[in-house]
């Protein structure tokens, strides 16, 4: 099972939320707790990521596999929320198991196969020097003499677990690029896998590339209910650009009459 960390209680429908590659549950804090008015959130690390546990597969049907398995685990129906490699995996689920998804949001992604690699991130990661690491500032500084962006740098030093000893990536790195292509791609199956009719809401940052025309189209094919926004200001980790506005619009998405 997946390591979960529950935010709010109450009878409203629970919620699901789903991190994008190299992030863990606690990245979405912000709009779990926005979330949590009389229900419970349930934030996951999905596998290879957090505290959850490694594995060599991670293609997208084995991950919305363990979504299904969070969602049996509290009642057996809940709203879905997904970023990114998580919006993919929750975008399977709904396709596979639309019976456990009420309502779907999910955050700059398309159910489309893209031409980028995030390998070079792999590449910079692994390429920290790890000797006698106990700070995180110092980490912070070791990181920047090979990757110049302070923002990607506070994201990745995030699964930095400075505790161990000698410090260690809780991200499973070597599967994450061995499964890059499935990462990047969408499974062929998944087009054959039939139409998620329930709600829908695909919000995408208007600085963001990730969902074009191309997308919208192959969008509203398998989701014939979306609704798609765009973020003004927000690029693709949207969530971290305009925190309260997506909080806003996902809320306001799964709120009922």
Do not use: C
């Not at 912000?30 to 959130?41: E, K, N, P, T, Y």
């Not at 309502?103 to 070079?120: F, G």
């Not at 969008?219 to 305009?242: M, N, S, T, V, Y």
């Amino acid at each position: 099972m997946l390591n979960t960390i529950i935010t709010g209680e109450g009878p409203g429908t629970p919620v699901l939320l789903v991190h994008g590659l190299f992030g863990q549950g606690r990245n979405l804090g912000g709009i779990a707790r926005r979330l949590a008015q009389g229900r419970s959130v349930v934030s996951v690390d999905m596998r290879n990521h957090g505290d959850s546990f490694h594995d060599e597969d991670h293609g997208y049907p084995a991950l919305a596999e363990d979504l299904a398995k969070v969602i049996e685990a509290h009642g057996g129906r809940m709203d879905v929320v997904g970023h990114s490699m998580g919006g993919k995996a929750s975008m399977m689920l709904a396709l596979t198991r639309p019976e456990m998804v009420e309502r779907l949001a999910v955050m700059d992604i398309a159910p489309v196969a893209y031409p980028h690699s995030q390998s070079v991130y792999i590449d910079q990661m692994e390429a920290l020097d790890l000797t006698g690491l106990d700070r995180r500032s110092e980490a912070d500084k070791r990181l920047a003499e090979i990757l110049h962006a302070p923002s990607l740098r506070a994201f990745f030093l995030q699964s930095l677990d400075l505790k161990s000893q000698p410090a260690r990536w809780t991200l499973n790195l070597k599967v994450l690029r061995d499964e890059m292509d499935r990462l990047v791609g969408w499974p062929s199956d998944a087009v054959t896998a039939g139409r998620f009719t329930g709600p829908a809401l695909f919000i995408a940052g208007a600085d963001s590339d990730y969902v074009d025309a191309a997308g919208e189209a192959e969008i509203l094919r398998l989701f014939p209910q979306a609704q798609i926004r765009r973020i003004e200001g927000a690029g693709h980790w949207l969530h971290a650009d305009k925190p309260e506005e997506t909080a806003e619009v996902v809320a306001g998405f799964l709120a009922r009459d």
